[in-house]
Structure formats: C-alpha cells, structure tokens
Nanobody, 122 residues
Framework: QVQLVESGGGLVQAGGSLRLSCAAS????????MGWYRQAPGKQRELVAT???????NYADSVKGRFTISRDNAKNTVYLQMDSLKPEDTAVYYC????????????????WGQGTLGTVSS
C-alpha cells in the first residue's frame, strides 16, 4: 500500500503564490513518476504538471511559466510552486504517483492523494 499526503493549499489573492507538497510512504520499491492534477468546480480533473525519475517534466499550457514542479527522490516527495496565481487556478489539487511497491513481490502501483484546496481571490 502506498499513501500520498498533500499539504500547502490555502487562500491567496490573485498574483500571489502557493507551494504544495506531497509525500509518498509505504512499501515503495521505486517511483517512476509523480505529478499534480486539479479539478475545478464543475470541471473534469486535468493534468497540471508531472515529473519522472529520469528528470523530464511536463506542464499544462495554462500553467507554463508560472508553476514549477520539483522532486526530492530521497524523501519520495514532490512539490508544486505556484506563482502569479489567477482566479481560474482555483481548484482541488491532487497528487499522483506511479511506480512499484511491495518489498517481496514488487507490483506496479498508482496512488492518489486526498486533495488540497487552493483558492485564488480576485
């Protein structure tokens, strides 16, 4: 079992910043990718940013140049620095991780965090 715990959401004015954190724990053998998705009210969940163990990064067009994803492999933690926030960035942000877990019989896993709300006021 792999658990993801997110933190860092909150309320901020437009133009401000938030920093999200997500720590993975459990019988993790390896993590291939970690990332962030978001779901705004009345909308589908969408990709925000992802990073792989090889160091490649992918961002949604709507956040390029404003958001930065980073990762601490030693701590199995991923961060999302969100700058120049806009009201349309208001959403529940979910952490995602994919890799292998189970020390004796490793098997692939996909895990989601519980979500953290980020609200940007105009």
């Amino acid at each position: 079992q792999v658990q993801l715990v997110e933190s860092g959401g909150g309320l901020v004015q437009a133009g401000g910043s938030l920093r999200l954190s997500c720590a993975a724990s459990g019988s993790i053998v390896s993590i291939n990718a970690m990332g962030w998705y978001r779901q705004a009210p009345g909308k589908q969940r969408e990709l925000v940013a992802t990073t792989t163990s090889g160091g490649s990064e992918n961002y949604a067009d709507s956040v390029k140049g404003r958001f930065t994803i980073s990762r601490d492999n030693a701590k199995n933690t991923v961060y999302l620095q969100m700058d120049s926030l806009k009201p349309e960035d208001t959403a529940v942000y979910y952490c995602n991780s994919e890799g292998y877990s189970g020390y004796y019989y490793p098997a692939p896993f996909t895990a989601w965090g519980q979500g953290t709300l980020g609200t940007v006021s105009s």
